[in-house]
């Protein structure tokens, strides 16, 4: 199994295309045997210390293997909303991982 965190960081007043993005993509991860564990829109108050910035929302998401993944990520359903994600996000950190 692997694991895929995401630091997501909106663009400030893109809000609520990046919600319309994740309306249209979040429901694509059961068709490639995606798991969606975790999504956490943490307060500023919650972040201690960073040198990366405040995350708009942080995702954890689990895969049986890097190949779902990558099918979920080159899923034609999930690019044609690409638009949406880039006029709406300005950075991601995605960071793989295995439960040890």
């Given amino acids: 199994m692997l694991y ?5 960081f909106v ?3 893109q809000e609520a295309i990046f919600h319309a993005f994740e309306d249209q993509v979040l ?3 059961d068709r490639h045997k995606g798991t969606l564990l975790y999504r ?3 307060e500023a108050a919650s972040v ?6 405040h995350p708009y929302e942080i995702h954890l998401v689990s895969f049986p293997d890097r190949t779902d ?3 979920y990520r080159d899923d ?3 690019l044609q909303y690409m638009t949406l994600k880039d006029q709406s996000v300005e950075r991601i950190m ?3 991982g295995n439960l040890l």
């Avoid at 201690?48 to 910035?53: E, S």
Wanted: charged residues 20%; proline residues 10%; hydrophobic residues 35%.
């Fill in 11 to 13: 663009k400030e007043g």
């Fill in 27 to 29: 429901p694509l991860l």
């Fill in 69 to 71: 993944f990558e099918s």
């Fill in 94 to 96: 995605l960071v793989e």
């Fill in 48 to 53: 201690l210390t960073t040198t990366l910035g």
């Fill in 40 to 42: 956490v829109r943490p």
């Fill in 4 to 8: 895929y965190t995401q630091l997501v």
């Fill in 76 to 78: 034609p359903n999930r």
